[in-house]
Antibody, heavy 121, light 111 residues
Framework: QVQLQESGPGLVKPSETLSLTCAVSGYSISIGYSWGWIRQPPGKGLEWIGSIYHTGSTYYNPPLKSRVTISVDTSKNQFSLRLSSVTAADTAVYYC??????????????WGQGTLVTVSS | QSVLTQPPSASGTPGQRVTISCSGSSSNIGSNTVSWYQQLPGTAPKLLIYSNNQRPSGVPDRFSGSKSGTSASLAISGLQSEDEADYYCAAWDVSLNGPYVFGSGTKVTVL
């Protein structure tokens, strides 16, 4: 059974870089699938941030592309998100997820439980 | 403002059938498959439907999805109290090589 768990600071200062990690258990991310990050501002809807294929190819949401980096560490079986120059608008619950066999467009399951990141000084 | 449009709310009594619509365009729903997610209060979203009408293992057959042209629908038949949640549609948008877009979300209330 594949499980994902997000971790990282819950509080980030404006203009700094948000860094989160998603630890994967029950499956080796080097084998296949694509892995993504999605966020949800408090009381609002879902927003896809970006995804990375096991080959290393990345796809980012255009409005965030200039600030986002997603990478994979196969030795630790985890993937990471870095979002630079954060503002209060980046305050959200951040989820990691595995996409289905068809890639990002196919859907995502399972998801991690999510971690709240607040941007504030 | 979401690229995929959903009604903000829907409701029904136990046992009723509720339908949620998701309206998009030729660059997203019209070109790619649709997924649906259920988000129970305080929890992470869960995949409910993929490839327009396929249910992952463990999802009750009370949930069904369909797609026609640039619109999609999620139907919940035999509504149960535990179905009270937010529901989101999603699809890949081919413009600008993405993104994966979500609908605005529909809150289903069981009366």
């Amino acid at each position: 059974q594949v499980q994902l768990q997000e971790s990282g600071p819950g509080l980030v200062k404006p203009s700094e870089t948000l860094s989160l990690t998603c630890a994967v258990s029950g499956y080796s991310i080097s084998i296949g699938y694509s892995w993504g990050w999605i966020r949800q501002p408090p009381g609002k809807g879902l927003e896809w941030i970006g995804s990375i294929y096991h080959t290393g190819s990345t796809y980012y949401n255009p409005p965030l592309k200039s600030r986002v980096t997603i990478s994979v560490d196969t030795s630790k079986n985890q993937f990471s998100l870095r979002l630079s120059s954060v503002t209060a608008a980046d305050t959200a619950v951040y989820y990691c997820a595995r996409h289905l066999q068809g890639g990002v467009a196919a859907g995502a399951s399972p998801w991690g439980q999510g971690t709240l990141v607040t941007v504030s000084s | 403002q979401s690229v995929l449009t959903q009604p903000p709310s829907a409701s029904g009594t136990p046992g009723q059938r509720v339908t949620i619509s998701c309206s998009g365009s030729s660059s997203n729903i019209g070109s790619n498959t649709v997924s649906w997610y259920q988000q129970l209060p305080g929890t992470a979203p869960k995949l409910l439907i993929y490839s327009n009408n396929q249910r992952p293992s463990g999802v009750p057959d009370r949930f069904s999805g369909s797609k026609s042209g640039t619109s999609a629908s999620l139907a919940i038949s035999g509504l149960q109290s535990e179905d009270e949640a937010d529901y989101y549609c999603a699809a890949w948008d081919v413009s600008l090589n993405g993104p994966y877009v979500f609908g605005s979300g529909t809150k289903v209330t069981v009366l």
